[in-house]
């Protein structure tokens, strides 16, 4: 019975895995079994079912009825599988007979006066799915008289696909979920393109269609591992070529998760088929705000951050706290992509290509770039800071002034403002985070020929120091300008006394100015113990998780000989005098704020030294 093909294709398919024959099975139907192939037209069709349900359509079309036959007859079945058929044909080899055929098929199952919904349906989808293949007069015409002369055949064109989506949405694979958003967006764009059409007939199904897209939508959100906005990762061989490959996250995602998951749509792949702006204003009002949102979303998981700003714009006229937090994963995206000191961004946002890879590494990173860097940078904050979101997140856009500049220059103060605006709009934390960032970067990697050499600078000693002098005056510059705006900020002021001892143990030891070294140190010792009565003074409005032992943790090592403890050399002697003065900093604060404030000193002191013994090694 038809009822067994089903089960016999399921049969077929697995014994031709096992390794048997095709050609010997399409032998013996040909001169035909008594149920089977030879020359009965129903025992032809059977074959027919047979093999098309084991995923041979090819071998399967030999025993179909010539399509002539099939619609004289008005036999759906058959009109169905020759159109399946002649698809292949043409998916195989795309000649354009094989193509008009399964049109011409397709056609006469829809000009057939009684039709269950399941073949209407497969209809209409695949007529959908050939129009645009097809000429225009031929294809994008049926498509707008389905929309125009044939108003319930329009409507039955996107009910049938809707269903489809929606029906689909529990398949474990993402291609026929994507393919069946194609269609959406085939059908959408075909009924959006023609003129003078009263859209609002058309609201409600546009709706629907949309809230197909937005499921799949939050649903690749949440779960889509790719890495980029094609579904590619480029790569290159050991002699330069670059080449891509297929980004194979979600399916290890996929294989990892198991159970009934669906597999996520990569990213990239669903903007593409994403309504438009025409179609959006089609949709719900109270849900526009929903599509900007999720599109936004989308175009930073994949990092295209200028494909999302206007949507980020148009949601702030709505959901500005939204909009706020997008705004700020928008600068975070930013920071990643023109990251000067990470190799996977060196051809990227500039597009640089190297001869040979192991050459790349040889390119240096040109202060030009970095300017530019810092101008993109400035662009972006001033317009997201012209939206009505409230303030961006400043150890954001910290990170990002930072990010943008190679490890072996140090920072302009002109860089600063341009990007920060004044240094006094700032708030202290952030200012004094910013200096800390300087303060290390000036300890170390700014002054280490080894990080001038991998970045290619050709500095020699003398111009190494010059630019570390450079950069104590601009932080000495940004620090002063910060306290006169927040006199009573402790952080400051330890950023302050930090800087001082600092920048005196390098007039010591590497501009050889050994006069007034012991006045320098012991003026920055009183800064040290300001801030510390600067401290204890706002420890009354502090909550217990946002005390810190900071002003002791540097206090203590500046007078071990360095504002932090990796930086003290053999040849600096410790400041005996300033550790009873610590001690008797914590012992004087109120109550038990003085053992958790020892506490955490000892944990800290702890920490410090495990990170740099393994530092050392």
Known sequence: KKAHAGLLGMLLQQALENGNFMNQLVAKLQSGTRWLGGKDPEARMMAARVLIGAGRPGEGGEFLPPLEVAEQAKDVEALNLIAY???????????????????EATQAVLGTNELEDEQKDEALQRAVELAPKLEEELGQAWLGESFTKNEVRGREVLAAIGSATSKGRGNRMSEPRLKQLELQKTAVDALLSLEGLDLGKWRESLNLLALNWLSEGEYSYSFDQSKSSTGMQMQWDNYGNMYY?????????????????????????????????????????????????????????????EKAYPYIERLAKTHPAQSLELANEFIQVWTRNPDPNSDRNRSYRYGYMYGYNQRADAIPLTRSKQARNVKELSGWIERLRELPIGDLDEEVLTKAFTTTHSLAEVYKLGDIEEVFGGISELKPKTIAAFI??????????????????????????????????????????????????????????????AILTDENNFRNDNLKDSDGFAARRADAFKEFEKAAEMYAAKLPELAEDEERADVYDIWFYAALGASDIGAIQDHQQPARKQLPLIKAAIGDLPGLAAERHMARFANNLSSRVSSVKAELK
Do not use: C, H
């Open 85 to 103: 058929y002649f698809l292949t044909r043409f998916g195989q080899e795309p000649k354009k007979e094989f193509l008009e055929s399964g049109w």
């Open 245 to 305: 490959v297929q980004d194979n996250s979600n399916a290890n995602w996929f294989q990892q998760k198991r159970g009934n998951a669906p597999q996520p749509i990569t990213s990239g792949l669903l903007l593409e088929v994403k309504p438009g702006d025409t179609w959006l204003a089609q949709v719900d009002p109270s849900l526009q705000p929903k599509f900007a949102m999720q599109y936004a979303q989308l175009f930073l998981k994949v990092s295209e951050e």
């Open 436 to 497: 800390e960032t300087m303060r290390r970067n000036l300890l170390t990697v700014w002054r280490d020929p080894r990080v001038q050499d991998q970045k290619k600078t050709k500095r020699v000693d003398k111009e190494i120091q010059a630019e570390v002098k450079r950069g104590y005056e601009t932080a000495f510059n940004v620090i002063f300008e910060a306290m006169e705006a927040y006199p009573d900020s402790w952080r400051l002021q330890l950023a302050k006394a």
